[in-house]
């Protein structure tokens, strides 16, 4: 059983679209985060959700929102999609704030073109 | 700002030997400190936790120690084999440790010949 899954694995889009990753976990744990990896491979927190809220939003652009419709899912919807947010992005739970190790699922590499 | 560096982009050795990572740390004082490892098209998994108060923790072939006077981790792999060649990340949390954001490092990526 896969812990963290995202869909799609693979995006191919084109600028000023929007578009959806999906993410879900069956651990039970309470914390889920969304991560950007660009290609210089830095690895960057973009959100946290603790129990469906937002507990912190790191400075990215307002064209991505988070979407939790329940404990087990986090979604990341973005808008008017540029050729700069090409990147992979993680999703990724913890079973609580703080000192806990983190899931990551397998990553969504997104190409805008 | 806070700033994490892991000096060296590559490491290669030979099967059998201990492969030492360095991650370093700026203007920072961390509860804790984490490794992962990456291998390619995949994402990060994680290997080992060591809290501030702690000097030094094993599993299996791995060791890591944390000393936060010279604010930097080493993480050691011994009796290396070709199936340890991944990308490892230094992981640390952005506030400090309370909510569990976490800043990663460039990573290095090692590589073990047979």
């Known amino acids: 059983d896969t812990a963290v899954s995202q869909t799609p694995k693979y995006l191919v889009t084109q600028m000023g679209n929007d578009k959806s990753i999906k993410c879900e976990q069956n651990l039970g744990h309470d914390t889920m985060y969304w991560y950007k990896q660009d290609s210089k491979k830095f690895l960057k927190i973009m959100f946290s959700y603790n129990n469906k809220e937002l507990i912190i939003n790191e400075t990215v652009p307002n064209r991505f929102s988070p979407k939790s419709p329940d404990k087990a899912h986090l979604n990341l919807h973005i808008n008017s999609l540029e050729l700069g947010d090409s990147a992979v992005y993680f999703c990724?739970?913890?079973?609580?704030?703080?000192?806990?190790?983190?899931?990551f699922g397998q990553g969504t590499r997104l190409t805008v073109v | 700002s806070q700033k994490i560096e892991q000096n060296s982009e590559a490491l290669n050795i030979q099967e059998g030997k201990t492969a030492t990572l360095t991650c370093n740390y700026t203007n920072y004082s961390p509860a804790y400190l984490q490794w992962y490892r990456q291998d390619p098209g995949r994402g990060p998994v994680f290997l080992l936790l060591i809290r501030e108060n702690e000097k030094e923790k094993r599993k299996e072939r791995l060791k890591v120690t944390f000393d936060t006077t010279l604010k930097q981790s080493l993480f050691h792999i011994t009796a290396s084999q070709p199936a340890d060649s991944a990308t490892y990340l230094c992981a640390l949390p952005t506030d400090g440790g309370s909510q569990g954001n976490l800043i990663f490092g460039k990573g290095t990526k090692l590589s073990v010949k047979p």
């Open positions: 990724a739970s913890s079973q609580g704030q703080g000192a806990w190790e983190a899931f």
